[in-house]
């Protein structure tokens, strides 16, 4: 039975997360470390009493299409108005629509509950909230008024829609059309992969739509992007007359069996209504907001299922008594826990996810500090900052989610293959992070192609500039595992810093040769900069242990983490950065027609 981490989320905020700074940001006036821990504690709950206990039962009954509409699995639908009751819609929206204004720091870390607890219910609180940033970028004051306070207090929800079946990830080559009609458009095409793209859980759903106007220019300079209401409002704002679109059916996936993913026709008849945001072609800029949001969401997903794994595999091996270990002192079997190979599994499983779940709130933070310190420049560097690890915390964090899932079925042995144990279903539901909201592929391109190449790769120099510094700081004289932790991610460092160099020359002379290692160096940032996080880690353990600090099993465990995660994990950056180095000729200098 999963239960949230908060214990965890609590000493990333203390002790990797600079929560001063915060507190320094006007935006965050009311934020205090003891406001953090009553959301994550109250999260914490709503997590474990309310979305845990129908994550295996919506997997099994699943979203189902019905001619009427879509719904939900059994008290699914309960779930959400309990959401929205809470409060928790509101969490991280402007004060001027009804929220809460949280940090985005705090939203990821409650998001992390959500995704661990019930990924297939996390997802539509997921497209709601991003679907609210781009209007509050760039929708009309009107459709700020409109729109907004219904979808920040939950009472709508909302909805991205880029996929067509001829198009997939190649927004250039969408068709769907919007013919203007006076004030507004008329809306005509087919979406594909639309998550919660109809419902149950409320009385309307707001379709964030890109669409091509006719005669836009051809390719992603042609792409505008509309709101399509489910319902049109009213005059008084309530959901009015029935906009034409219509879900035609829902996918039958391999997990996240309680989300719906529909497919969605719009104009089948005189064409769905909708209404531009913000300027004609500018719409593929506009959903980035969305999609940027959605990355470090689906990043987040990674490890939240991956934290789930690693709990049902820990309990599992705690009580699954088989086999005699090799230098047990007992006579007689005893939990498989005590072989030396679970433990390396499972110690691989939690010293990872701690590496993700720091890099992840490490990430938004720097997003908060881009968007709200009082200081300019400061501003800039963290945008910079939060913009290039987006990427990383996408791509490393979903591809070593499924990783730790499938080694959560191995701890398990043949019952991890049955579905009554629920380990299937977490290899299951995180299998997609790693696809939807851009493939790994596509997640490296912008790593190389838009973060380092735009500046040149100043924004990751002052990354491996700071790295190094605080690792020089880090004080290792008195424990082993802070000496292991800091002298490993020193030597990462190091490794990335020279595949940095070979990334940003192969970008200015040969890009095909940067592209063919684009995942391998995005592993390698993650992998590094996970050691990085974890090596200071260990040296605030040892230091809180070294002043008495009561928690001292907790405290022994992270650094136990961090050694493991040194020894153990870390030296793959070494051969990642030999294929970055070396690599890209066995891919650009061979035939297709080879393959």
């Known amino acids: 039975m999963y239960r949230a981490p908060v214990k965890d989320v609590r000493f990333v905020f203390r002790e990797l997360v600079d929560e001063s700074a915060l507190q320094a940001c006007s935006a965050f006036a009311d934020y205090s470390p003891d406001l953090a821990d009553a959301v994550l504690e109250e999260a914490a709950k709503f997590a474990d009493n309310v979305l845990e206990p129908l994550c295996r039962s919506g997997d099994r009954e699943a979203a189902r299409w019905t001619p009427e509409g879509v719904v939900t699995p059994s008290g699914f639908k309960a779930a959400y108005q309990q959401y929205i009751d809470g409060g928790w819609s509101a969490l991280r929206a402007s004060a001027h629509y009804g929220g809460q204004a949280a940090p985005t720091v705090l939203g990821t870390a409650v998001e992390e509950f959500w995704g661990g607890a019930n990924l297939g219910f996390k997802l539509c609180p997921m497209l709601t909230q991003g679907a609210v940033e781009a209007l509050e970028y760039k929708g009309s004051e009107a459709q700020k008024d409109l729109y907004l306070p219904k979808m920040v207090s939950g009472e709508w929800t909302g909805t991205m829609n880029l996929t067509e079946p001829q198009a997939g990830s190649d927004l250039a080559a969408i068709r769907t059309r919007a013919v203007p009609d006076g004030e507004h458009y008329r809306i005509f095409g087919q979406k594909i992969f639309i998550t919660y793209g109809d419902h149950d859980y409320t009385p309307n759903i707001i379709h964030m739509v890109l669409a091509r106007i006719d005669g836009a220019p051809p390719g992603v300079k042609g792409i505008s992007l509309f709101i399509v209401p489910k319902f049109i409002p009213d005059a008084g704002g309530a959901p009015g007359v029935r906009n034409d679109v219509h879900c035609l059916s829902i996918e039958h996936k391999l997990g996240i069996h309680a989300s719906p993913t529909c497919v969605l026709a719009f104009g089948q008849n005189d064409g769905a209504i909708g209404y531009l945001v913000g300027e004609p072609n500018r719409g593929l800029e506009y959903m980035f907001v969305m999609m940027n949001a959605a990355r470090l969401s689906v990043g987040l997903e990674g490890y939240a299922v991956a934290e789930r794994a690693f709990q049902q595999a820990a309990e599992w091996a705690r009580t699954r008594v088989q086999g005699k270990p090799p230098v047990a002192a007992a006579s007689g079997p005893l939990p498989i826990i005590h072989h030396p190979d679970v433990k390396r599994m499972l110690l691989s499983m939690k010293s990872q996810v701690e590496a993700m779940r720091a890099l992840g709130l490490y990430a938004a933070f720097q997003l908060d500090l881009g968007g709200a310190h009082p200081d300019a420049a400061q501003r800039a560097a963290a945008q910079a900052r939060g913009e290039l690890l987006i990427p990383i915390v996408k791509g490393w964090s979903t591809e070593n989610g499924i990783e730790i899932a499938s080694t959560g079925i191995q701890v398990h042995g043949g019952m991890g293959y049955i579905e009554e144990t629920g380990a299937a279903q977490a290899l299951r539901d995180v299998r997609i992070t790693a696809i939807y909201e851009g493939t790994t592929g596509i997640q490296s391109n912008d790593l190389i192609g838009r973060k380092l ?88 353990a040892a230091r809180r242990l070294a002043a008495g600090d009561v928690d001292r099993e907790f405290l022994a465990g992270k650094l136990a983490s961090a050694r493991f995660y040194a020894e153990q994990v870390l030296p793959q950056a070494a051969a990642l950065g030999r294929v970055v180095t070396h690599g890209a000729a066995s891919v650009v200098e061979v035939d297709a027609a080879l393959i």
């Open 453 to 540: 190449a735009r500046d040149r790769g100043a924004a990751m120099a002052a990354l491996l500039a700071d790295m190094e510094r605080e690792l020089a700081a880090i004080d290792s004289s008195t424990d082993a595992a802070v000496r292991s932790a800091q002298q490993a991610a020193r030597e990462g460092v190091a490794t990335l810093r020279a595949a940095v160099a070979v990334i940003l020359e192969a970008m200015a002379t040969a890009p095909e040769r940067a592209f063919a290692v684009s995942v391998p160096f995005l592993k390698l940032c993650g992998t590094v900069i996970g050691g990085w996080l974890l090596a200071k880690a260990a040296a605030a």
